[in-house]
């Protein structure tokens, strides 16, 4: 009989789980539903070295970078499944970076590749699944049950901010589980997938099409500049908002002649650092980041 682990029981892992135990598979997870405790080594073990099937959905750490499975499992794994069985790894297709409108497809090189762009930790996660053997699932932003733009028209939380050029795929939870579970039970090769539909879009366009399916008038189109002043003044977000007030010429001279811009600082991942003191990757990471500029309210 199949065996499946989960590391990561959310909200995709669910429903994979469900599909394959219908299957007739059992399944072992950790995870706040699953049945085992990720820090219980020897129960973790034990498992994997009996499981025909391991799935991650564990992304890196936020804070240190780190992929906690392989950090604590990796040795585990490499023994238990990645030269007898079959090993997925759900990942971004947020690793290929900013397209800049361009198509991309498996053989995109990824940020961690290139060493520009941002998710450098879940870049780096994602080629290092790749290069131990296991199926890495590319995904974008997932939709389902609960969580798509018809829910947030229904709840009174959706909102159109005018942001031109911001296109990105999608895909429903269901074809994700669809994909993944025809991977595993045809024990697909390793390699990475993308799991994605191929209608680009952006956010505003998506609200407005569930606007129109619910016959609800769309939110206004709110500039960037007011969702600031919104943010200033409380009435959205937590308590922090990263912004960085300069031009890309200035940025991209700051790299070119260091010793004129020395004073030039910016703000990257809840800190502030001088542009000339960052390592190169994080460089161009400053540069590549959307430009908005505010209208001159004379």
């Excluded at 950790?30 to 959905?57: Q, R, Y």
């Excluded at 990257?268 to 161009?284: K, L, Y």
């Amino acid at each position: 009989m199949a065996r499946l682990f989960i590391f990561g029981l959310g909200y995709t892992a669910k429903r994979i789980k469900a599909a394959v135990e219908e299957l007739g598979w059992q399944v072992d997870a950790t995870g706040s539903d699953g049945n085992i405790e990720f820090g219980d080594g020897e129960a973790v073990k034990t498992s994997l070295c009996t499981s025909s099937h391991i799935l991650s959905s564990v992304p890196p750490d936020r804070a240190s970078g780190v992929d906690p499975v392989l950090e604590r499992y990796g040795a585990v794994l490499g023994t238990a499944s990645f030269d007898t069985g079959w090993v997925g790894y759900l990942s971004s297709t947020g690793v290929y970076g900013d397209a800049k409108g361009a198509w991309i497809d498996e053989t995109t090189a990824t940020i961690a590749q290139t060493g520009a762009g941002r998710r450098n930790a879940r870049a780096q996660a994602d080629m290092t699944w790749v290069e131990r053997g296991a199926s890495v699932f590319r995904l974008p932003g997932i939709y389902g049950p609960g969580r798509s733009a018809l829910d947030r028209v229904r709840d009174g939380k959706a909102r159109r901010i005018d942001l031109p050029g911001q296109v990105f795929s999608r895909v429903h939870v269901d074809d994700i589980v669809s994909g993944v579970v025809a991977a595993m039970v045809q024990n697909t090769p390793p390699g990475a997938y993308n799991l994605a539909d191929d209608l680009p879009a952006s956010g505003n366009e998506v609200t407005q099409e569930a606007c129109r399916l619910l016959g609800i008038e769309p939110p206004p189109l709110e500039t960037l500049e007011q969702v600031i002043r919104e943010f200033a003044d409380g009435k959205i977000g937590s308590n922090m908002m990263t912004i960085t007030t300069a031009n890309p010429e200035t940025l991209t001279k700051a790299t070119e002649f260091p010793e004129a811009y020395d004073l030039v600082r910016v703000r990257m991942g809840g800190w502030t650092e001088f542009m000339i003191a960052m390592f190169p990757e994080h460089q161009q990471h400053m540069r590549r980041r959307p430009l908005f500029v505010v209208d001159d309210p004379k």
